[in-house]
């Protein structure tokens, strides 16, 4: 099956985001989670959305959408682009038909398939997990670095080892830096 322009975007920016130092040091990663339907404040936030887009239809009388909330948020994956551009082609629909509102057989015509659907959140869960970091990334981060690996701490008071500063090995420079330019000479 070939990926059409607009599923191949979103994964090809996410893969380059990290591809090198310097674009990673200049970019802003800006995550706009998909409402959770868990969540008691994003249910919430989502049916407010529902009720905005309402308001803002052309039509003689207001849509009660909230009245399906659960139905769109199915069939958005709780996207709130997604369920813009189904929005617009269910009114669409209702205009097109001299119809007073928009209602729920205008937006099932329009919907997306379970599988769509089904295709979409698979590849969104991806998504939102490549913005996770893992419990282990700031360890192997800080290993890499040169940083000592953590061990629990002991319960009790520090043993006198612990509290001792580590000393440079024979032989190797301690580290400071170094004077640069050219320093002046009075005279």
Known sequence: MFKTHEELVPQKLLRIR???GQLSRRSIDIHLPRYDVAKIADRRTFGKILQTFAEQMPL????????HWEYLYERSIGCVGILKDWLVKGLS???????????????????LSVSQCDRLIEEATRGEAQFREDSDAARRLRIRLGFPERTRQPVGPATDLADRPKLPRPGLRYPKRDTVG????NG
């Open 182 to 185: 050219v320093e002046q000479l």
């Open 60 to 67: 003689r009388e207001q849509p009660d959408l909230t009245k």
């Open 18 to 20: 990290n591809l090198s």
């Open 93 to 111: 629909a209702a205009i097109h038909q001299p119809v007073p509102t928009l209602a729920l057989q205008h937006l099932e015509k329009c919907a």
